[in-house]
């Protein structure tokens, strides 16, 4: 009962009015040296709540983190929720390669990555993919080829999200061609201000290009920026792909943003106190049970993690369950609004409206991104429920 009064009065203290609320158009949460803030009351979010380290609540306080356990984190989470407070930090620093970090990363790796993602100095992009690699990824064709204490890294990564903003890329690459075909590869670290890196940014329907390809021509790294063992990257990549379908799937819990029932009454109506579409409130009912159950679940999975073991293959299941709730969400969301929903540009819509289009539109990714639905349905049946090939 302390912690929780003591995060609430720290809160009401320092978080600005702006912060809670939803974020409109460029008020979305960042990072990294090409940051800018339209809000200047988003940066100064930021700010205190890396003083405090808890834009990274339950990372060890020695790299910047909040140094919380479960439970306070969750206390934490709860009072945000409470006032409505936006995240004052996302991203892949956050939520993949910094757990990553924590786990195969060297003390030197820790100490120069770490404390930066916490403050929202560095945003991070993932060199998985490759155009002849996607679902099937250990076939990658990335080379590094070291040339004293430098790797020279040549070839082409595609749906790199957020790489014409980033500042860092993690990255699987082949380091022995020779070997088998989940051998010989590594992850490595490199800033993407390093001669060689190209990025041009791929439009998608939803007008936004949060999707890039990335090349690499004789890029030089240094090998200290190897993570793990050489040759192992696959293990290192197999786990933060957990991390990452983790997050995907729902990692905080099942939470959405406005209350689906809310839109509901404003856009359908109520009859009797009732929303007045009878089938659509048996729709939302039955979602809204769903996502409270898949919340409990997920919930459950971290207080088994609570010792620090890192997400196992049920972030299979947590990701393929949580990306069809997000698409069904929006498919609620568009029966609701209808044609408000269906705009694209013009001052008769609003600026909620506008946004959850091209969210609607963003979501029909969620199926494919991190992992194919149909990959997470072999890795349960396989890693799972021991079913044979």
């Known amino acids: 009962m302390a912690f929780r009064e003591e995060v609430r009065d720290w809160l009401e203290e320092n978080c600005p009015p702006s912060i809670r609320r939803p974020a409109g158009p460029g008020e979305g949460t960042g990072g990294g040296r090409r940051a800018t803030y339209p809000n200047p009351e988003a940066k100064l979010w930021l700010d205190r709540m890396a003083e405090k380290g808890w834009t990274a609540a339950m990372w060890p306080r020695e790299y910047g983190g909040g140094g919380l356990d479960r439970a306070q984190a969750n206390i934490l989470a709860e009072e945000m929720r409470r006032i409505r407070a936006r995240p004052a930090h996302t991203g892949m620093g956050l939520s993949m390669i910094g757990p990553a970090l924590l786990e195969f990363g060297t003390e030197e790796q820790k100490r120069e990555h770490l404390p930066k993602i916490v403050r929202g100095e560095i945003w991070w ?47 699987l690459v082949r380091t022995d061609p020779d070997a088998s075909k989940h051998d010989g590869i590594s992850f490595i670290l490199f800033d ?6 190209t990025v041009k940014p791929i439009k ?11 090349f690499l021509d004789n890029v030089r790294v240094p090998k200290r920026n190897i993570v793990g063992e050489l040759g192992k990257g696959w293990t290192v990549g197999k786990r933060l792909l957990q991390y990452e379908r983790t997050s995907i799937g ?15 009454r404003r856009y359908v109506g109520t009859e009797n106190g009732r929303i007045r579409d009878a089938a659509l409130r048996t729709r939302l009912i039955a979602h809204r049970i769903t996502d409270r159950a898949f919340g409990l679940a997920v919930r459950r999975n971290a207080e088994e993690m609570r010792g620090g073991r890192a997400p196992t293959f049920l972030s299979s299941t947590f990701k393929l369950y949580g990306t069809e709730q997000n698409k069904a969400r929006y498919d609620l969301m568009l029966d609701m609004l209808g044609s408000r929903m269906l705009g694209w540009t013009g001052d008769e819509f609003e600026r909620g409206e506008l946004s959850a289009t091209r969210a609607w539109l963003r979501s029909r990714a969620n199926s494919i991104e991190g992992g194919t639905s149909e990959v997470q349905l072999n890795i349960i049946a396989k890693r799972i429920l021991g079913l044979p090939d």
């Open 204 to 214: 998608l329907i939803s007008g936004a290009s949060p999707f890039c390809e990335t």
């Open 192 to 197: 993407m201000a390093t001669p060689g890196v």
């Open 250 to 264: 729902g990692g905080g819990g099942g939470a959405s943003g406005d209350p689906l029932a809310d839109l509901a």
């Open 125 to 171: 992009c993932q060199g998985y993919s490759e155009p002849g690699a996607g679902s099937d990824l250990a076939s990658l064709q990335t080379r590094a080829v070291l040339d004293g204490d430098e790797y020279v890294v040549n070839g082409a990564k595609i749906w790199t999200s957020g790489a014409n903003f980033a500042d860092w890329m993690y990255c």
